[in-house]
């Protein structure tokens, strides 16, 4: 075996893994079961090429070049797909003027080939050195017609040594411009991943004629060998899927077909994201055809009928071909590769069934057909554990389970769980993550977790699963806690009559850990506070009817107490209804009053249907009064507009300036108006209800009367009271507001590291959020009267973080001080009041757990830390001057 | 339209609503991502913002990425309060498909690594270009998912299950195509800068 050709360049040829489920086989498709297509029957797929070279190449190469690459698409016979060169590029396109070739905000009757000749547009785009030779696509569609009306192509011309490099890059790319995603059927054997030619570890078909016999290797595989190594050639499978989507006439009446449905193993639940790849066993490498499940569609939930299907095209009739599932080990595809459920195996006919026991992985059942025909019901049934068997979570590790009846979380029914080695149950994902936390139990998928912690199965213990008509149970049984200490006994059991969780605890060591159940994050609004789990007795009925979580956090200062507990939860069957409905439109806005927030189940307001919900609200405002309206929470991207509501015009809106991608308006009005604020989800600019996600939000829509403050990031500013201010014994004619959260008197204070003893031993201080607070991200506003003030801090996120803050500080006459919440993140802080210049510490108190009033005299604190996070979110604290 | 209300604080960023394209890439082993990144450093994400930046002539969407540095193999660290946040602005968005009336928009560049808040990476990140923008070397390439973060095994995976990572490259005794120990690529890649 000569090594030198390995030395070859090789190039990964990527499509977008983080990409929604478009397909193994189309890369875009208009809706389940129907990929978008170029409209082929006149002249054919058009191209527009740049008017300047490409690297080495000259123009009129890089133009051969270009309608070279296109036309080994083209000259598939089996295939109606033909391209023809349209008139060039308006301009030379350059780093001066790439942007509307690159993003078009709309149709412009050109299907660009951009040559960068200097590799500027790259560079600019990616950094220098990023590696990208090229990328191509559909660009524009037709939903009504499900036409491709536009494409593109960027090529980074320096990238290029010679013409043959060129011409392999482009016939790949060219692929993905004709609508083709990845694909694999025999390339994933040459990286060194140590696949086989069958069911892993069955090398069923042996190696390839020879493992350097590069044309086995389908164009469309994700990763390119290199000039020489026949990228330019299309293998069966390429020609099979261009002649799917673009067929002549004949393609399906002399070949054959091969189609059936990939299952978990209850036998029931369609999997998409499988690769399905047969083999004639006459000539496995060569005629041989690969498709991802669910390929055809954009979505994977099971009202899909193209979930999980499979379609293999272009076959050879009457040839035996043997169909297996495969794992896919390297590259990017536009359909979202799963970890398999269980052993990669064959289609055993008759025998095909989750049991290992007489369905063997590395037995097939030869399947053929004649031409013109196809061999449906080609399944594939994933074979899985028995009730009894260690489950391999190891330590970190899930597995995902059929139930035996379906199960209810909050509206949504499952017919499937993920057990998961850190001590959950979850529903719709699997999870890894071995440090627990408030945010992710709210925001992840739905769970029920007994100890959700770092355990570790791998060192010691069991996990197994038993099972009746009526009840599914997983149990943790002497798992050490990692690395490995300790011994933790649980299990945690689903009833089908009455679709309660219960957990039931043995012996446990670990002193940490989060219990509890989530709705998860398109359901809870992400302010639920912990409780205290245990409170009587051996056992405990959670009802959790109009709750969306129900949970506690165990730490180091506050331990596990549940051993030799029994939790049950009821009543999380249902979902919530949307309270404000109907109010699709400005005549049906909701009248609300600010402050407003709808975090309290109570006031559920959801976008939902996607593509058909949008929520109008409707308030006064008068001339002056600043507005904050922000969605604070929303696990999916939201959209923000405000109406005249009198006259409908759209006043402002945002898409993303809120948290991540969720929205944010910060506005004055100068006017008396009637407003309406809609909420919707991108791209619904028409704000009509057309967005393309959706779930619960939160809303905030406040409004506030006072001067802006010139606050920044660690500053503060001395603000003169309109009244003397008693605190801590002394009078005050000012106050400093201090950027980081809390305000002191006597002096300044922009440390952005708060701790207790600089607490104690600084000036006095109110603090409702001392934390990294970065005021140029908010507002900060000054409401004075003659005997009180509030200072409102306006969605202020902490330093390098975007998760607002909303609070008020509230000083007056008579000497009252009180701290009044909004929506906080939940992060670190120091909340509390001291005399400073070095106060004794007290200790700590729990403010959510005590009575809201206070004495404002000594010191009163709780420090929060990212273990225990802040907990007082849409609560008050009134200090009294006593 | 008369204007009646006047905007406040950080303007609100309208961005175009990209999807997928495929590209090609130079593929690297562990010392050409070294050689060609401008910093190499294990992060924490702390946070994600959409946004835009002008360049080309027009608007182009971005991702800014807030990153913790919690080991640094190359390049230069901030200094300051920033001291040890990284901030890394990516072409690319996590919009959803746009439709408007009949016309969807089917592609964008979104190739560029998704990172999670929370997730610890290795990135091997370019030098950014004069809008600002910069990616990981060979987009997944030179974007490292450390999973086991804080235990002693951890592993470190690229967004290509690390398919020829160790390529010509048998000193380090590592194989390519499937996880690596944390430890082990450290230490790879000290003996790639000489560190």
Redesign the interface.
């Known amino acids: 075996m000569k090594t030198s050709t390995i030395r070859l360049a090789l190039v990964l040829l990527v499509a977008a893994a983080a990409a929604p489920a478009f397909a193994g086989g189309p890369l875009a498709n208009c809706d389940s079961g129907q990929p978008f297509l170029w409209d082929v029957s006149g002249p054919g797929i058009p191209f527009n090429p740049d008017q300047g070279d490409l690297g080495p190449l000259t123009h009129a190469a890089a133009v051969a070049a270009v309608a070279d690459s296109f036309n080994r698409w083209a000259l598939v016979p089996t295939s109606t797909a033909t391209y023809f060169q349209g008139a060039e590029l308006p301009v030379d396109v350059d780093i001066t003027n790439f942007e509307p070739y690159l993003d078009a905000p709309a149709p412009d009757g050109l299907s660009a080939i951009v040559f960068d000749d200097t590799g500027e547009i790259f560079d600019l785009l990616f950094g220098p050195g990023s590696g990208i030779l090229g990328f191509a696509g559909p660009e524009w569609g037709d939903v009504t017609t499900c036409t491709i009306t536009e494409g593109l192509s960027f090529l980074n011309g320096p990238a290029f040594d010679d013409l043959t490099a060129a011409t392999d890059v482009m016939v790949h790319e060219f692929g993905h411009y004709s609508n083709l995603a990845h694909t694999i059927v025999n390339g994933q054997q040459f990286l060194g991943l140590g696949d086989t030619s069958g069911p892993t570890p069955n090398n069923t078909f042996g190696n390839p004629p020879n493992p350097l016999a590069f044309e086995v290797i389908e164009t469309m595989y994700p990763f390119y060998f290199g000039p020489g190594t026949g990228t330019q050639n299309l293998n069966r499978d390429d020609v099979s899927m261009i002649s799917t989507l673009y067929p002549e006439a004949t393609f399906f009446t002399t070949t054959a077909s091969i189609a059936g449905t990939i299952f978990l193993p209850d036998g029931a639940t369609r999997l998409s994201g499988v690769n399905v790849i047969a083999r004639n066993t006459a000539d496995p490498f060569f005629d041989a055809v690969s498709a991802v499940s669910g390929d055809f569609t954009d979505f994977t939930d099971q009202g899909d009928p193209v979930t999980g299907t499979y379609r293999l095209n272009g076959l050879t009739p009457g040839a035996s071909y043997a169909v297996y599932v495969d794992q896919i080990l390297a590259g990017g595809f536009s359909t979202t590769p799963v970890a398999l459920p269980g052993p990669e195996e064959f289609h055993n006919g008759a025998a095909e069934s989750s049991d290992a026991s007489t369905d063997d992985p590395s037995v097939f059942t030869a399947v053929s057909a004649a031409a013109g025909g196809a061999a449906t019901g080609v399944n594939v049934i994933f074979n899985t554990f028995a009730p009894g068997d260690p489950l391999p979570v190891g330590d970190d590790d899930f597995v995902q389970l059929p139930l035996p009846f379906a199960f209810k979380m909050c509206g949504q029914e499952y017919n499937a769980v993920y057990v998961n080695a850190n001590g959950s149950l979850t529903f719709g994902a699997g999870s890894t993550d071995f440090s627990e936390s408030i945010v992710e139990f709210l925001g992840g998928p739905p769970r029920i977790a007994g100890v959700w912690d770092d355990l570790n199965s791998a060192a010691g213990g069991i996990v197994t699963f038993d099972r009746t008509a009526n009840t599914f149970t997983v149990r943790w049984e002497d798992v050490p806690e990692f690395v490995n200490t300790g011994a933790n006994t649980f299990s945690i059991t689903l009833k089908r009559s009455s679709n309660q969780a219960e957990i039931e605890y043995g012996d446990l060591t670990v002193v940490d850990g989060l219990a509890g159940l989530s709705c998860g994050g398109a359901i809870t609004s992400g302010f639920e506070n912990e409780e205290n789990l245990r409170t009587h007795g051996h056992r405990r009925t959670i009802n959790m009817n109009n709750d969306t979580a129900a949970f506690e956090i165990f730490t180091a200062g506050e331990t596990n107490d549940l051993a030799g507990y029994e939790l049950t939860f009821s009543n999380f069957k249902n979902g919530f209804r949307d309270e404000f409905e109907p109010n699709d439109d400005i005549a049906h806005a909701r009248r609300i009053s600010p402050p407003f927030s709808n975090e309290s189940v109570r006031s559920f307001s959801t976008v939902s249907p996607v593509g058909g919900d949008v929520d109008y609200f409707r308030f006064r405002v008068k001339a002056g009064d600043i507005l904050a309206l922000e969605t604070v929470r929303g696990a999916f991207d939201s959209l923000i507009g405000v109406f005249d509501a009198d006259t409908g015009d759209l006043l402002a809106f945002d898409d993303d300036g809120g948290n991540g991608l969720l929205s944010r308006l910060l506005l004055q009005a100068n006017v008396d108006l009637n407003l309406a604020v809609a909420v919707t989800a991108y791209p619904d600019f028409d704000f009509n209800g057309a967005g393309e996600s959706g779930g619960r939000y939160v809303l905030v829509a406040n409004t506030y009367r006072g001067d802006i403050l010139p606050v920044g990031d660690d500053t503060t500013t001395e603000l003169p009271l309109n009244f003397p201010f008693r605190y801590q014994g002394a009078t005050y004619n000012s106050v400093f507001v201090n950027s980081n959260g809390n305000v002191t008197f006597g002096a300044g204070n922009t440390d952005f590291s708060e701790s207790v003893p600089e607490l104690l031993a600084g000036p006095p201080r109110i603090a409702p959020l001392w934390d990294d607070l970065d005021g140029t991200q908010g507002i900060v506003v000054a409401e004075h009267s003659s005997h009180q003030l509030n200072l409102h801090f306006i969605s202020v996120p902490e330093f390098f973080a975007t998760s607002p803050n909303y609070f008020t500080v509230h000083l007056d006459v008579l000497g009252l001080s009180g701290i009044f919440y909004g929506a906080t993140s939940r992060s670190d802080a120091l909340v509390g009041v001291t005399e400073g210049g070095g106060a004794a510490d007290p200790g700590e108190t729990d403010f959510s757990a005590r009575f809201p009033i206070l004495s404002g005299r000594g010191t009163t604190y709780e420090q929060f830390n990212l273990g225990d996070t802040v907990d007082l979110s849409f609560r008050s604290l009134l200090f009294l001057p006593f | 339209?008369k204007l009646?209300?006047?905007?406040?604080?950080?303007?609100?960023?309208?961005?175009?609503?990209?999807?997928?394209?495929?590209?090609?890439?130079?593929?690297?082993n562990l010392r050409?991502l070294v050689q060609?990144?401008?910093k190499v450093v294990r992060v924490t994400v702390?946070?994600?913002?959409?946004?835009t930046v002008s360049?080309?002539?027009?608007?182009?969407?971005t991702v800014t990425y807030?990153l913790k540095v919690e080991e640094s193999f190359k390049g230069d660290a901030a200094e300051g309060?920033?001291a040890g946040?990284l901030?890394v602005r990516m072409?690319g968005t996590?919009?959803?498909?746009?439709?408007?009336g009949?016309?969807?928009?089917?592609?964008?560049?979104?190739?560029v690594?998704?990172l999670r808040?929370?997730q610890d990476y290795v990135l091997f990140?370019?030098?950014?270009?004069?809008?600002g923008?910069?990616?990981t070397?060979?987009?997944?390439?030179g974007a490292f998912t450390i999973?086991?973060?804080?235990?002693?095994?951890e592993q470190a995976v690229n967004?290509?299950?690390?398919?020829?990572l160790f390529?010509?490259m048998s000193e380090t005794g590592l194989?390519?195509?499937?996880p690596v120990s944390y430890a082990q690529l450290a230490q790879a890649i000290r003996a790639v800068t000489g560190k």
């Open positions: 339209m009646r209300i006047a905007a406040l604080g950080v303007a609100a960023a309208i961005a175009a609503a990209p999807l997928a394209r495929a590209t090609t890439l130079v593929h690297m050409d060609r990144a401008d702390l946070d994600v913002s959409a946004g360049a080309g002539g027009g608007d182009l969407p807030r309060k920033g946040v901030e072409l996590a919009k959803a498909a746009r439709t408007e009949n016309v969807r928009k089917l592609s964008f560049l979104q190739d690594p998704e808040v929370g990140t370019t030098r950014p270009s004069s809008a923008l910069s990616t070397v060979g987009l997944g390439q999973t086991g973060s804080g235990k002693s095994e967004a290509f299950g690390n398919a020829g390529r010509g194989a390519s195509g499937r």
